[in-house]
């Protein structure tokens, strides 16, 4: 046994005690478990406080007061300049679009049997609007074919809807900009995807409803026979007349030879989207023959014995060409699709660094007082019993914004990055956004009520039926709180996205790109095929989401099998696996972004460096 040291000795500690001694006081401050219980504290979706860092207004003398407000006029005009060209890139990016991917949409269009099958209807307009960037362009072309009567009106209602879920990619796009800040990327791709599921949750109820009904085109066909709607003006251009003089001075487009391709004008394929004559005129010639049978859709008269047939025929004028400078490649003489390249690589460019620097500055001008005014103004409620009124309220500010600006995706894209950063809360971007789906059909139906006499009607409808889709849609996923469903799954979306960030383009590429593609090659094919494979693959689907529900609300009710998805290989029910695969494949982060990987519960405020020390310890 050990002598035992001598009472007032001062013995010298040993190495090992040292040891035991840094450990025992390490431990409690660095553990790993205090990490974790730090971060389950703390919900991610709480809207973050943005503190005032700087020093007191109060606190300031005479000189500091004037530099601070000098400073703010000048971050607020900066802020304004930013906002602009972020509109800018985003009409110049739809251009790119349309010169890379227009003329394919024409010709989409143009087969008339694919589109007498509404499923393919429907993925046609969504491929079609995500080609071109724009839901306004895609209906125009619907509404030309309706005119011309390549189309009927009925047909064109699922496309309407297509168009609808195609608009709303480019602020998913653009939510993937903030993927820098894991919290900012959670709640940004949540506020962009909200968009995304009410559409498709609507087409999934509507679309059958409307395929054995017609619901919406007898209401609308009802609207148009009982009143006597006359011919109105254009829907103002207030948001353009701002924007026109940049953008036009970049590429300008003659949109109509998309609709031609599509109307089936076989010269219109040669021709170019770019605007290279600045003035034309279109000559109609017209003359009676006699025919043996009236075809669909001639105007046909008898006359004695003989039938009689109005023909026509219609040619281009071009009187003069664009001068120099009108736009840049106005004498490229570049074939469409390297203009289009070009124009993509510079507007994606300019977006994500616009975007970038609205969120920088906007951080630096939302702190203190000023955060927590703009935040209470747009996140509370109406007191009890009124506290319902306010997310009309917001939907009517969302409709009305919209209708100002003309363009739901930039209304859209430009509450994106607010909701990042923790000014907009998801559950008030919800109804802004529906409001904001109906300001975008109002503009139309002004558009269509300029239409002409002999296809007033038509076009009128097809808005009406864009109309009545969306307050459909709105009554089926709003006006109860248990029916907000697209919240609950976007939420869920960005919580995923959060965790696996590359799972956000795999997202947006599978549900813009891949499934439309699949179901309009599997409708092409016939619509046997279509439903052998896919009504396997809905039962599937449709199966492990009750099984999901009842294992997270009354797994009891289930199989003991089937109470978690473990009998299952991991990749079939976890994206760790996957995980896996692509940052080792791609190079992503190293062994730090593995160890993350491996801590992703622990607090966001440790870098990888800081968790592998901890680990050690």
Request: glycine share 6%; aromatic share 8%.
């Amino acid at each position: 046994m050990a002598p035992r040291p001598q009472l007032g000795s001062n013995p010298t500690p040993s190495l090992d005690d040292n040891a035991s001694t840094k450990e025992s006081t390490v431990l409690p401050a660095y553990s790993t478990v205090d990490l974790v219980h730090e971060e389950a504290e703390a919900d991610p979706w709480d809207l973050p406080e943005l503190k005032d860092t700087g020093v007191k207004w109060s606190e300031l003398d005479t000189k500091g007061k004037i530099l601070r407000v000098v400073t703010s006029i000048v971050k607020f005009f900066l802020l304004l300049g930013l906002l602009y060209l972020f509109i800018c890139s985003l009409d110049v990016l739809s251009s790119a679009f349309q010169l890379v991917g227009g003329k394919a949409a024409g010709d989409i269009f143009q087969d008339n049997v694919v589109l007498a099958n509404p499923v393919a209807g429907l993925v046609i307009g969504v491929l079609v609007t995500v080609l071109v960037q724009s839901s306004s362009t895609s209906s125009s072309i619907v509404v030309s074919m309706v005119s011309s009567g390549l189309l009927d009106v009925q047909s064109a209602v699922p496309i309407i809807m297509g168009a609808n879920i195609g608009t709303s990619v480019t602020n998913t796009i653009v939510a993937m900009m903030q993927a820098g800040d894991r919290n900012e990327f959670r709640r940004a791709f949540a506020g962009a995807t909200v968009h995304d599921f009410f559409n498709w949750l609507s087409v999934l109820i509507l679309l059958p409803l409307e395929v054995a009904t017609g619901v919406l085109y007898k209401l609308t066909l009802l609207i148009i026979d009982s009143f006597q709607i006359e011919s109105g003006e254009n829907a103002p251009d207030l948001l353009k007349v701002i924007t026109e003089p940049l953008t036009n001075s970049i590429i300008q487009l003659d949109k109509s030879v998309i609709s031609a391709i599509a109307t089936g004008d076989p010269a219109a394929k040669n021709l170019s989207l770019i605007k290279i004559w600045c003035k034309k005129k279109v000559n109609t010639t017209f003359w009676n023959e006699t025919v043996e049978s009236c075809p669909p859709g001639g105007e046909c008269w008898e006359m004695g014995n003989e039938t009689w047939l109005e023909k026509n025929s219609t040619w281009t004028d071009y009187q003069q060409k664009c001068k120099h400078g009108t736009h840049i490649f106005v004498n490229a003489n570049l074939p469409d699709i390297a203009v289009g390249l070009i124009l993509l690589a510079l507007s994606l460019f300019c977006l994500c660094t616009c975007l970038i620097l609205i969120v920088k500055l906007l951080n630096s001008m939302l702190k203190g007082q000023v955060a927590v005014v703009i935040k209470k103004v747009l996140n509370t409620d109406f007191p009890f019993p009124f506290g319902w009124v306010t997310g009309y309220i917001a939907i009517l500010v969302g409709g009305g914004m919209t209708f100002i600006v003309q363009s739901s995706s930039v209304f859209t894209s430009a509450i994106t990055p607010l909701v990042g950063i923790g000014v907009i809360s998801l559950e008030r971007a919800y109804p802004l956004t529906l409001g904001s789906n109906i300001g975008t059909t109002t503009t139309a139906i002004l558009a269509a009520m300029a239409s002409p006499g002999e296809t007033l009607a038509e076009s009128l409808q097809i808005a009406l039926c864009h109309f009545f889709f969306n307050i459909m849609g709105i009554l089926l996923w709003y006006p109860i709180p248990f029916t907000r469903i697209p919240i609950r799954l976007a939420r869920g979306l960005g919580n995923k996205t959060a965790e696996y960030r590359w799972f956000a383009a795999i997202y947006l590429i599978l549900c813009f790109l891949v499934l439309p593609l699949t179901v309009f090659g599997l409708s092409v094919a016939g619509w046997q095929v279509l439903v052998g494979v896919g009504v396997p693959v809905i039962v599937v689907v449709i199966f492990a989401i009750v099984v999901n529900v009842m294992q997270s609300r009354c797994p009891r009710y289930l199989p003991k099998g089937l109470r978690t998805w473990d009998f299952l290989p991991l990749p079939l029910h976890s994206l760790e696996p996957w995980d896996s695969v692509v940052t080792t494949s791609l190079g992503f982060c190293g062994k730090y972004c593995s160890l993350c990987k491996k801590k992703k519960k622990t607090s966001s405020n440790y870098s990888c460096l800081d968790l592998e020390l901890i680990q050690k310890f």
